[in-house]
């Protein structure tokens, strides 16, 4: 059976546009925001996963740490 494709770009905007809230209108330090989005994450995937799928989702993340796009910086945002 094929798994149904889901469109996460929604969720992604919504968290992604909340991070940048916190940077721009807070003042939140970008690697403060970054490791409670990491936490989060990683809470997540140990609650739901069991602990071989957790092991291989974080492998994954680690393996794939260099195919990692940049988020424009603050100042790119405002202007």
Same mark, same amino acid.
């Given at each position: 059976m094929k798994k149904q494709q889901i469109d996460l770009e929604p969720?992604?905007?919504?968290?992604s546009g909340f991070a940048?809230?916190?940077?721009r +209108?807070?003042?939140v330090d970008e690697l403060e925001?970054?490791?409670v989005y990491a936490s #989060?994450?990683?809470?997540?995937?140990?609650t739901t996963l069991n602990p071989d799928e957790y092991e291989a989702i974080v492998d994954a993340i680690? +393996?794939?740490r260099?195919?990692?796009n940049l988020?424009?910086?603050?100042?790119?945002? #405002?202007?």
């Open positions: 969720v992604y905007q919504a968290c940048q809230s916190l940077l +209108d807070m003042g925001v970054a490791a #989060i994450a990683l809470s997540i995937y140990r680690s +393996d794939s260099h195919n990692v988020l424009p910086t603050v100042d790119q945002t #405002i202007h």
